[in-house]
């Protein structure tokens, strides 16, 4: 990633690519902790964290090391289904923090371990996305369709029925984990709805027959609105105060929120509800989305934000919170990376592998 005009920018992108490349290894099967290899914070668990944020920059640019994050899980998938049993579910159910044995190892007092499940579906959306990129069918054969199929029974198992013919997924921890307990979470949602869709979409490029439940499952799942057409965050979602990007990421990166005026009422609302004590990613997301949108010079404000509170002295490592003082934080770096490559760049993940769409520069860069 060359940046021209913006030698700071430069350093910063540099850096944060750096330590994604070593932090992880290719064919070596194993995924990337929040802080890497830089410190023990939380243990060396693995989080959604890689699936979300560091995976996507090292999937457009070291399929090597991209292949070993998505293969660290299917390794584990017998781990996962041995969960959804536990709890009564069907197919594979992953662990909020995963350890080396594929187990749950979230601590006992955190309602994350028990209650946040979207991970699941995130890390069937860095499966598909794979094969997206590489169309190794071989790969989605032996390691990709068994994952996507795992997780579809698992969405169609956790979704209540609802009266009116919808589903509801009750009783989760989102990705802003401020609101614990509640039905309806926008990116729990979200990402089952993607997750079943790239089920069926891998059966039927594999010849498969696809379960028609994934299906009707995927296009009933409620997402919950406000009046005037704000994504309410959940059902019961009153304007409280948020950790992290919630609603904003069934824009990008789910693509289930397009319309431009949606997304820009998503974003106007949102942002100044993001908590300062939050981890850096969520204003990345909102820095890809404004970039999308033909906004350069929000994309950058947010770009700058994302990270530039977070560094470190002396050598501008970043720290999970702009409060915090743990170095390196790789989520972040993955965050930041993807404002440059899905924002800035303009590259889509799609059904044709990467695809350029309207790139924009900031005013302060002269090329990328």
Do not use: C
Request: aromatic share 12%; hydrophobic share 40%.
């Amino acid at each position: 990633i060359i940046i021209e005009g913006d030698l700071q920018s430069q350093q910063d992108i540099r850096l944060a690519l750096y330590h994604l490349y070593a932090f992880g290894r290719g064919d070596n099967n194993l995924s990337i902790a929040p802080m890497g290899l830089s410190s023990q914070n939380y243990n060396g668990h693995i989080f959604w964290d890689t699936e979300l944020w560091m995976y996507p920059p090292l999937l457009l640019l070291n399929q090597d090391i991209a292949r070993s994050l998505v293969n660290y899980r299917s390794d584990r998938l017998d781990k996962a289904k041995q969960k959804a049993i536990n709890f009564g579910y069907k197919g594979a159910m992953f662990p909020w923090e995963s350890d080396d044995t594929g187990e749950e190892a979230t601590p006992a007092w955190a309602l994350t371990g028990t209650f946040e499940h979207h991970i699941t579906a995130d890390v069937a959306i860095a499966f598909w996305n794979y094969y997206r990129i590489t169309k190794d069918e071989k790969w989605l054969t032996e390691r990709g369709y068994p994952m996507l199929k795992e997780v579809a029974d698992y969405w169609v198992s956790r979704s209540t029925k609802n009266e009116d013919g919808s589903y509801s997924i009750k009783n989760v921890v989102g990705a802003n984990e401020f609101a614990p307990n509640v039905d309806d979470n926008a990116f729990t949602n979200g990402s089952a709805i993607t997750a079943l869709q790239y089920a069926t979409l891998a059966a039927k490029t594999l010849g498969i027959s696809p379960n028609t439940d994934w299906e009707q499952v995927a296009n009933n799942i409620k997402i919950h609105r406000f009046t005037d057409g704000t994504t309410m965050e959940h059902s019961k979602y009153d304007g409280d105060r948020i950790k992290q990007a919630d609603v904003n990421l069934l824009s990008f990166p789910l693509n289930i929120v397009s319309d431009k005026p949606t997304i820009l009422k998503d974003l106007k609302y949102y942002e100044p509800k993001l908590a300062e004590e939050g981890p850096a990613m969520g204003k990345s997301v909102f820095a890809v989305l404004y970039a999308r949108l033909g906004d350069a010079d929000n994309a950058f404000r947010l770009f700058k934000e994302s990270y530039e509170p977070n560094k470190r002295a002396p050598f501008g490592a970043l720290s999970e919170t702009a409060t915090a003082t743990h170095p390196y934080f790789a989520t972040g770096a993955g965050g930041m990376l993807q404002t440059v490559l899905f924002g800035f760049g303009g590259l889509h993940i799609t059904e044709n592998g990467i695809e350029q769409i309207n790139p924009i520069l900031p005013k302060q860069w002269t090329s990328l």
